[in-house]
């Protein structure tokens, strides 16, 4: 396939393994500034890691800064998100993965004057990722890359179970409600034994170890993760 590279009005050309990516923006350096765009028609995600399945992709990835905020947005899709993966199985099919938010600077630049892109705070309007038969949604998520902290919502759903959290937690505080309801435990299981990179690690942690039937959890946090 081909990329596609415009700046300044000029284009530039790269080969990639498959697909067409065309980018187009212009970028400051003198101030961090970013505004573009990435159009994506048939890119094989395993081009750019073996742990995922190639089933091309299409879709537009773009960002633009905002005064001292980034917007950013993507809309990716699978050409048949319903089909099955072929080849490897042990690897990750994405069948949808689409999001828009805005990373906020710290107030606090880096040394060199700039945005520090390890710190500022990433507030996720809308996040939804369908892959290897789940599909992961959250609103209003918001993530404090500097202080290490996160609140929303986040609501999961896999073969034979679903799973919703609502709240806040960093390293020392935090609170929030988390309900999981199973209603094939045996289904879930095979699901798990399934999962690329971790399958193996999960079948060895149930040590044959079987469940089966229905089951309801309700559980509440106080606390943070350290």
Avoid: C, M
């Avoid at 300044?8 to 970028?27: P, S, V």
């Avoid at 905002?66 to 993507?74: K, L």
């Avoid at 309007?125 to 500097?146: I, K, N, P, S, W």
């Avoid at 309900?179 to 045996?186: P, Y």
Wanted: no cysteine.
């Amino acid at each position: 396939g081909t990329g596609v590279v415009k700046k300044d009005g000029k284009d530039k050309r790269t080969d990639l393994d498959a697909g067409t990516a065309t980018l187009q923006g212009h970028y400051t350096p003198a101030t961090g500034a970013v505004d573009g765009q990435a159009d994506l028609r048939a890119v094989s995600p395993a081009a750019l890691h073996t742990a995922l399945a190639a089933a091309p992709l299409s879709g537009r990835i773009s960002a633009r800064t905002d005064g001292t905020a980034v917007r950013f947005q993507a809309d990716i899709q699978a050409a048949n998100p319903r089909a099955t993966s072929a080849g490897r199985p042990d690897a990750l099919r994405i069948n949808t993965f689409s999001t828009q938010g805005r990373w906020q600077a710290a107030d606090k630049p880096d040394k060199t004057g700039k945005p520090d892109a390890s710190s500022g705070t990433v507030l996720l309007e809308r996040l939804l990722l369908d892959a290897q038969q789940a599909r992961l949604e959250a609103t209003q998520l918001r993530v404090d890359l500097g202080a290490q902290s996160a609140q929303g919502q986040l609501a999961l759903t896999l073969p034979g179970a679903t799973a919703r959290a609502k709240g806040q937690i960093a390293a020392r505080t935090g609170a929030g409600e988390l309900q999981v309801q199973w209603s094939d435990i045996d289904r879930t299981q095979r699901w798990l034994n399934t999962l690329p990179l971790v399958g193996a690690q999960v079948q060895r942690a149930l040590k044959g170890a079987a469940a089966k039937g229905s089951a309801q959890v309700t559980a509440q946090w106080k606390g943070g993760w350290q």
